[in-house]
């Protein structure tokens, strides 16, 4: 059989789609490390929020998705979350009342702005599992999700996409975590959600650790157990197992080699979307496990294996909910 060779115009275009799907994580990584200087220079490490790289590697990956077709939410959100959790940590110590009433706000905040932005949830915990108290967070939250609104709006009034109605290939793989349901009808979630909470917080304090419930897991968790047909990462327990970890592993070390820096960020970023693509895996909340790392307070080798555990358990509560709801609604 005679194969016929590609032309150079053939072999460029085959490689750029190819390598298209890095484009949008080196933009997540250069803004990410442009923020990570920011924080230096001004001695407010808030404001590389861990969840703002979730968020650029959607709206960067997919203009269509329902975060970057919301810039006013995607930039006030996480600030509304943000407030109630600086307050709650000001008032309560950390437990399951202070974690639960948190959770609880984040999703009413959510539900009541209409909001497809669901790692607003990490944004208000965070401050629970860092004892953040400085009225500074939220508007370091708004510095970094408004840089991120801008660029969006820029791009597009830039290149204004001809059929913006029209459904992107990308939207049924990437996680833009969009809850259009009247997701406070939908209670088979509360349950496991519950069991989940009481069962992390008990590994809290068998732990010693907070980051054991580590705030992106929440909004794993959440995907996971209330919009379980949407999510992309559903059924892929090994591979969120494995990249979550990947990504603790490799945001911890890179701070302890080369310190809170844009370099390490950038890194960080790049390495996690490498785990991403290596395992064909759709789960924005991995970027913020690896970029954590960067706003904790002299951070171990102990902090992939304290995520490891509360991940490990999640995912142990999903498979159980499956199970029984196999077996109840098919009891023959």
Same mark, same amino acid.
């Given at each position: 059989m005679l194969v016929? =060779?590609?032309?150079?115009?053939?072999?460029?275009?085959?490689?750029?789609?190819?390598?298209?799907?890095?484009? =949008?994580?080196?933009?997540? %990584?250069?803004?990410? %490390?442009?923020?990570?200087?920011?924080?230096?220079?001004?001695?407010?490490?808030?404001?590389?929020?861990?969840?703002?790289? %979730?968020?650029?590697?959607?709206?960067?990956?997919? =203009?269509?998705?329902?975060?970057?077709?919301?810039?006013?939410?995607?930039?006030?959100?996480?600030?509304?979350?943000?407030?109630?959790?600086?307050?709650l940590t000001r008032t309560l110590p950390y437990g399951p009342i202070a974690v639960i009433l948190d959770l609880a706000i984040c999703l009413l905040v959510i539900r009541a702005l209409r909001s497809p932005v669901i790692p607003a949830i990490s944004a208000g915990v965070l401050p629970l599992v860092l004892g953040i108290t400085s009225w500074l967070y939220p508007l370091a939250i708004l510095v970094g999700t408004g840089g991120l609104a801008l660029i969006v709006m820029l791009r597009a009034h830039l290149m204004p996409l001809p059929a913006r109605a029209q459904v992107s290939p990308l939207v049924a793989t990437i996680p833009t975590l969009v809850a259009p349901n009247p997701w406070l009808g939908r209670v088979p979630w509360l349950l496991p959600l519950a069991v989940f909470l009481l069962g992390a917080l008990a590994m809290v304090q068998l732990l010693g650790s907070n980051l054991v419930l580590y705030p992106p897991l929440l909004v794993i968790a959440w995907e996971m157990l209330a919009h379980a047909d949407e999510c992309p990462w559903q059924g892929r327990s090994l591979s969120v197992l494995a990249v979550t970890g990947g990504a603790a592993v490799a945001g911890v070390s890179l701070v302890l080699a080369l310190g809170v820096s844009p370099l390490a960020a950038f890194l960080a970023v790049l390495v996690t979307a490498l785990l991403?693509?290596?395992?064909?895996?759709?789960?924005?909340?991995?970027?913020?496990?690896?970029?954590?790392?960067?706003?904790?307070?002299?951070?171990?080798?102990?902090?992939?294996?304290?995520?490891?555990?509360?991940?490990?358990?999640?995912?142990?509560?999903?498979?159980?909910?499956?199970?029984?709801?196999?077996?109840?609604?098919?009891?023959?």
């Open positions: 016929m =060779p590609l032309s150079g115009c053939a072999r460029g275009d085959l490689i750029k789609s190819q390598y298209s799907w890095i484009w =949008p994580y080196l933009a997540t %990584a250069t803004y990410i %490390a442009l923020m990570t200087a920011l924080a230096r220079a001004s001695d407010i490490s808030y404001l590389l929020f861990p969840e703002l790289g %979730a968020l650029a590697s959607v709206v960067f990956a997919d =203009p269509l998705s329902s975060w970057a077709r919301s810039p006013k939410l995607l930039v006030l959100t996480p600030v509304f979350t943000a407030v109630p959790g600086v307050l991403l693509r290596l395992v064909r895996l759709r789960c924005a909340p991995a970027f913020g496990l690896a970029l954590l790392p960067f706003i904790i307070p002299n951070p171990t080798l102990a902090y992939p294996l304290l995520t490891l555990a509360g991940t490990a358990w999640l995912l142990l509560v999903v498979k159980l909910d499956q199970i029984l709801r196999i077996r109840f609604c098919n009891p023959q």
